[in-house]
């Protein structure tokens, strides 16, 4: 059994929780990542042997418009402060996951920023989907393009260009090669290519021994996307939900039901379970009564 199939996860978000700017002044480095290691002290004492972190990388913002994925967010720190605090967790005994963004860039991305200074002729046109000089945005940048989730600050990555794809393949290289990290968090896993995913797994299976991926996955049959060709494991939304509306409702079987048809899709230790995450709202706030709250959790861990 790998170490990922008895490891027990703690979150960060590390924009967040280290308090830094919502939007990127891009100036000097502010070690605040360096920060963070009492809380590695922390996690470590109370059982957890597994850190899901991140985003990490340089954005516009929140962390999800990534502008140089070979670059600590300057808000956190540099590349040295990263390759320590990795250090520093392994030291305590906890592996190291990075949330990876591949589905998109944010709009100061480099091949996005040669696109709107030399339009038809740049020469990464095709690096995004659907660049139509044609139309326009609410940037007034005289095209259009598309985005994730509706959002223009997020410009869609077209993971069928070979390019593209070895530019990220390249890039999970240089965070194990520069970093020594164990894993990878794939944010919105449900709209990534296949192909583009297959190539993850192949260079996963080789870059590093145990090498995990774990794909955020809300709704679908996550054996699509959880097989020996693709990812280790996805988000297991489904027990997420169940686990408090089973409370809420007092509706047991719901639960149970839920746990039955992960295993009968052979997803019996494969699934990465929770009950809240930077995405959804605090358990605490979605159950009818505080009384749930212990319940909830001796099931999550049972």
């Known amino acids: 059994m790998t170490w990922y199939h008895e490891s027990v996860f703690y979150h960060i978000y590390p924009l967040g929780l280290s308090g830094a700017e919502k939007k990127n002044p891009y100036k000097e480095p502010v070690h605040r990542l360096n920060e963070m290691k009492p809380w590695i002290d922390h996690i470590s004492c109370l059982g ?18 990534t502008t140089d994925y070979r670059k600590l967010d300057t ?18 005994g906890v592996r190291v996951v990075l949330d990876a963004v591949f589905n998109h860039t944010g709009r100061d991305f480099f091949a ?12 990464y046109l095709n690096w995004y989907c659907n660049v139509n000089f ?22 869609k990555l077209n993971l069928k260009n070979p390019d593209v794809v070895n530019y990220h393949l390249d890039t999970v290289r ?25 190539s993850l797994r192949a260079l996963a299976d080789t870059v590093k021994e145990d090498f995990w991926l774990m794909g955020e996955v809300i709704h679908g049959e996550y054996s699509r996307w959880v097989n020996d060709s693709m990812l280790h494991s ?6 997420h939900k169940a686990l408090y509306s089973g409370h809420n409702d007092h509706n047991y079987f719901e639960i149970a039901h839920t746990v039955r048809r992960m295993n009968d899709m052979g997803m019996r230790n494969e699934l990465y379970s929770f009950v809240d995450n930077h995405d959804t709202e605090r358990i605490i ?5 505080p009384a749930y709250y212990l319940p909830v959790h001796v099931l999550l861990y049972t």
């Open 48 to 65: 957890f042997n597994a850190l899901y972190i991140g985003p990490l990388f340089e954005s516009v913002g929140h962390g999800y418009e």
């Open 75 to 92: 808000r956190l720190g540099t590349n040295e402060d990263l390759k320590e605090f990795v250090r520093y967790c392994h030291e305590k």
């Open 112 to 123: 996005f920023r040669d696109i709107k200074n030399n339009r038809e002729h740049s020469q």
């Open 134 to 155: 044609y139309g326009n945005n609410e940037y007034n940048d005289g095209f259009s393009y598309d985005n994730w989730g509706g959002y223009n600050l997020l410009a």
């Open 174 to 198: 240089f965070w194990v090669n520069e970093f020594d990290i164990d894993g990878l968090r794939l944010d919105t896993a449900d709209v990534l290519d296949f192909d583009f995913m297959r």
């Open 234 to 239: 996805v988000t297991n939304y489904a027990l």
């Open 285 to 289: 706030n979605k159950l009818s009564s």
